[in-house]
């Protein structure tokens, strides 16, 4: 089995992960056939390594079910992720998602990764988002999504997160990429900006935080849409939840250059607002719809901060063959391009002092 991360090589397995999957395929009456085993890595992943594993069913007491097979999902970790979020927490916030319905149920954990149950669904494409059918699904499902009832702590979780990347980042990066990337100034334009686009009106739910489409599944049979990867998911103003998807939409994760991101594929005001007009369903006034689109806008000023300071520190301690820094690097861009765009004269002058420039 192929791994290239936490240090495993090809044709080692992660420890555990063997002895899992033999209890698993115990605990459903069959035997695990290492000899049938395929392996197949799933590309796009920046965060774990993912890979689905699929062997012939063969019963324990010999039946081999007419030639079926059966697949599940291998997650192995990514180095460094204890910097982004706490793995427990994830793994309940996972486990409680199962129990509302959501994404796959979780089969077993082994020391550097987890078994979940393959969903039988295709994941969604760069285009695919584009779609308007498809993009209509997706607000109404992330709607739901934003909905559920999860554990406490049910207060936004950006800010402070924002705060403790930039420590990290301060911390791991050297003195000339601290300079290229502006690191001095960051703390104080993470609070500049929580006080300009922060208002009361905004409704907070449970955001998925990472809705890039290849988090995103689909049964094309029945036009289901699924979810998936609940690693960053916490409480935050569906505002950003809706901008992070937005901005997602400038990016291809399987091309040859997946840190290259596109903004002129940036959903233009009309697709915008078709979107946030399904998010609220139909019965929104337009009001509504203006008031969401335009904190939705001030959003992604906090989701390039939020995505540059996790690719610079993702260029120190993750493996996973991917140009952390340029990405890094368009996504501090951006946020700088944008800002006096976005907000409006009052905030521009006090988001935009000499020193900063």
Not at 267 to 280: A, D, S, V
Request: charged residues 25%; glycine residues 6%; contains cysteine.
């Amino acid at each position: 089995m192929a791994v290239k991360t936490n240090g495993f090589v090809e044709g080692i397995w992660p420890e555990g992960l063997r002895k899992l999957l033999m209890s698993l395929a115990s605990s459903w009456g069959e035997v695990f056939d290492v000899e049938g085993l395929k392996v197949v890595h799933l590309s796009g992943a920046m965060t774990n390594v993912v890979y689905t594993l699929s062997w012939p069913i063969k019963k324990v007491d010999g039946d081999d079910c007419g030639g079926g097979v059966r697949t599940v999902l291998v997650r192995v970790y990514g180095d460094g992720l204890d910097l982004f979020f706490n793995r427990e927490e994830e793994i309940r916030t996972f486990e409680c998602l199962s129990e509302h319905g959501y994404g796959p149920k979780l089969l077993g954990h082994f020391k550097v990764g987890r078994v979940e149950e393959f969903i039988y669904a295709r994941t969604l494409s760069s285009a695919d988002l584009r779609d308007p059918e498809t993009a209509a699904l997706i607000a109404a499902k992330m709607r739901d999504f934003h909905e559920l009832e999860m554990p406490p702590p049910k207060e936004p979780l950006l800010w402070n997160r924002l705060r403790n990347w930039l420590s990290e980042a301060k911390d791991l990066c050297s003195p000339g990429d601290a300079n290229e990337y502006k690191l001095h100034i960051l703390e104080q334009e993470i609070t500049l900006l929580e006080e300009a686009i922060s208002m009361d009106h905004q409704e907070i739910g449970f955001c998925h935080n990472d809705m890039q489409y290849g988090n995103i599944m689909i049964d094309d049979n029945n036009s289901t849409i699924t979810i998936i990867d609940y690693e960053y998911a916490s409480y935050n103003p569906i505002a950003y939840d809706i901008a992070n998807h937005f901005c997602e939409m400038a990016a291809n994760y399987h091309t040859d250059t997946p840190h290259i991101l596109d903004y002129t594929k940036y959903p233009g005001e009309e697709e915008r607002k078709r979107f946030i007009r399904k998010y609220l369903s139909s019965s929104a006034s337009e009001t509504s719809v203006d008031q969401l689109a335009d904190d939705v806008e001030r959003y992604t000023l906090a989701n390039h901060l939020f995505w540059g300071l996790w690719g610079l520190i993702s260029a120190y301690v993750s493996h996973i063959e991917f140009d952390y820094k340029e990405y890094a690097r368009q996504r501090f861009e951006q946020y700088w391009l944008r800002k006096l765009a976005i907000l409006n004269g009052g905030v521009e002058a006090a988001m935009n002092p000499a020193s900063d420039v």
